[in-house]
């Protein structure tokens, strides 16, 4: 059964180039019954918006800026998310913008139980991205449609800065979530390490190191082994994890 998602946008505070990009996203966490953009639409600067609303059927909500200096946007976009919550008619809320403001919002929204999704961009607060079940970059989603000429079975990186990108707090979060769930013999069933990852690490995702999926980033990092084992009906490929070796250079075989 698919998730009922709420959608709020910050129109102030996230560009609309790849709006269509973002929505279909969305759309692989569940579905977007709700889509509302808020902002002030007197504004010029918000008139790029204007063009892709009516295409992808988002709602502007109007809120007009009472007092210089002051963001009556994340006001109404917080009084409409609860408003929302207490209606019942979804499970999940997605919260677009960059702004830390909405950081007890999406704290809230999960503690009633909703899943929390956030996009933004790369200079968001940290304090809004761990506050989220899952949070994406929307500079990830500006590459999507170059990837999308790739061959993303490949476990090559789109460039080598990318990989580049992969560092060592990055390879001791993947080693010891590979160690947290693996078995006698090392290994660990990648699926799992997926969603424990995104557990420890909301903003964790392949595509931030160039890679569309999780499996080509685990096979370009020489540290890991990866196996693909057949389900116990032939069916369906399962790929497993371990370490080749100890971080302290002794060998886990």
């Known amino acids: 059964m698919d998730l009922n998602i709420a959608v709020l946008i910050d129109g102030d505070n996230i560009p609309s180039a ?5 929505m279909e996203e969305i759309a692989k966490y569940g579905n977007p019954t709700i889509k ?8 010029p600067r918000l008139g790029k918006w204007k063009n892709v609303l009516l295409e992808n059927a988002i709602t502007p909500v109007q809120q007009y800026g009472y007092t210089q200096g002051k963001n009556a946007t994340d006001s109404a976009m917080i009084i409409d ?11 999940g ?38 506050a989220c079940d899952k949070f994406i970059y929307i500079e990830i989603l500006k590459n999507q449609t170059a990837a999308d000429t790739v061959d993303i079975t490949t476990a090559k990186p789109a460039s080598k800065s990318e990989v580049d990108k992969i560092t ?8 010891t979530t590979i160690e947290d769930l693996a078995d006698d013999d090392g290994w660990a069933f990648l699926g799992d390490v997926g969603s424990l990852l995104q ?17 080509p980033l685990i096979s370009s990092i020489p540290l890991f082994e990866i196996e693909r084992r057949e389900d116990s009906k032939g069916r369906k490929k399962l790929i497993y994890v371990k370490i080749k070796e100890k971080q302290n250079g002794r060998s886990r075989k």
């Open 199 to 215: 557990k420890k690490q909301p903003n964790f995702d392949s595509r931030n190191y160039g890679f569309q999926k999780l499996t």
């Open 168 to 175: 060592s707090k990055d390879l001791r979060l993947m080693a």
């Open 81 to 91: 998310a609860m408003d929302i919550l207490y209606s019942g008619k979804v499970s």
């Open 93 to 130: 809320f997605c919260i677009v913008s960059s702004d830390s403001d909405f950081t007890r919002l999406a704290t809230r929204l999960r503690e009633a139980g909703m899943q929390v999704f956030g996009i933004g961009e790369k200079k968001t607060p940290n304090p809004f991205i761990v």
């Open 18 to 22: 790849y709006v269509k990009e973002m």
């Open 36 to 43: 509302r953009i808020y902002g002030d639409w007197t504004n």
